[in-house]
């Protein structure tokens, strides 16, 4: 069978012949992290599988055609490159890697999910952009569904989502992201992706969201928590229903915070 083919040394002639018989075509593999969003995935298949670079992969996943038909509102291929690991040969071009992203997603999005959206009143990209913002906020796994309860409660009163990773995506598109999420300028930015500014949904995905998050989106935990704050060095928050409680919450993380700095500048 025609195809690319690695043969272990020293192997005889019928032995090659054989593995080209079965067909045992040499693959190579690129795995796909929860959460990184479209440039972290073009950077990552452009230096892993040398098929194009970081731009031109970019420009592949400009191109919403691929999603169009389940996810007309979608701007781009944002959310949609399903996070995984991936088989391809020498022969495979760029375009089939990103469309096996899709595909991925497609099929990992079952049709019993896409019934669960209904329910809720989300359409599936609204699913997927809350999915991507559960994905980028949560440390720890069993927390996924209580953070998604904290984002539908906000939703149901109107209040906006507030979350960090919204207006860091708006500055990496507005390429101006300096990897520091306290930089004032970041949180002010006027973009429809700073949930500071805007409430509701943003108008996309800002990361690719694994299963567990999309699942988190769709099942979120009954509870009446409106904010979430981390709560210590392992990644896990500290969930409140009103403000006077976060605000204790987010005065216990910085008091915190200040005693990891002492401890960290004694010990020098």
Do not use: C
Not at 89 to 116: C, D, G, H
Not at 118 to 145: K, M, N
């Amino acid at each position: 069978k025609a195809g690319d083919y690695r043969f272990d040394s020293p192997i005889s002639p019928l032995e090659a012949i054989e593995k080209m018989r079965r067909g045992e075509v040499h693959l190579e593999r690129v795995t796909i992290p929860e959460g990184f969003n479209r440039y972290d995935i073009a950077e990552a298949l452009a230096s892993k599988t040398g098929k194009a670079t970081k731009e031109e992969f970019l420009r592949l996943m400009e191109d919403q055609t691929p999603v169009r038909q389940f996810a007309p509102e979608a701007r781009d291929l944002e959310g949609y490159l399903f996070p995984d690991t991936y088989n391809y040969s020498a022969k495979t071009t760029p375009q089939e890697l990103v469309r096996m992203m899709v595909a991925r997603f497609n099929e990992v999005f079952t049709p019993q999910w896409r019934a669960r959206a209904t329910e809720l009143g989300f359409s599936l990209h609204q699913v997927v952009t809350l999915a991507s913002i559960i994905e980028e906020e949560a440390r720890v796994p069993d927390e996924r569904p209580l953070i998604s309860s904290v984002f539908n409660n906000r939703l149901k009163i109107g209040m906006p989502l507030g979350s960090d990773p919204t207006f860091i995506y708006a500055s990496i598109l507005a390429g101006d992201y300096d990897g520091n999420p306290n930089q004032p300028r970041h949180r002010r930015r006027d973009s429809r992706y700073n949930t500071y500014l805007y409430a509701g949904l943003p108008p996309g995905p800002i990361a690719s969201p694994g299963r567990a998050s999309i699942e988190a989106a769709l099942y979120p935990a009954e509870s009446d928590y409106l904010y979430f704050v981390v709560s210590g060095t392992e990644g896990r928050h500290k969930f409140s229903r009103s403000s006077a409680e976060h605000d204790q919450a987010v005065e216990e993380y910085r008091k915190l915070q200040r005693e990891l700095r002492e401890q960290q500048q004694d010990g020098k």
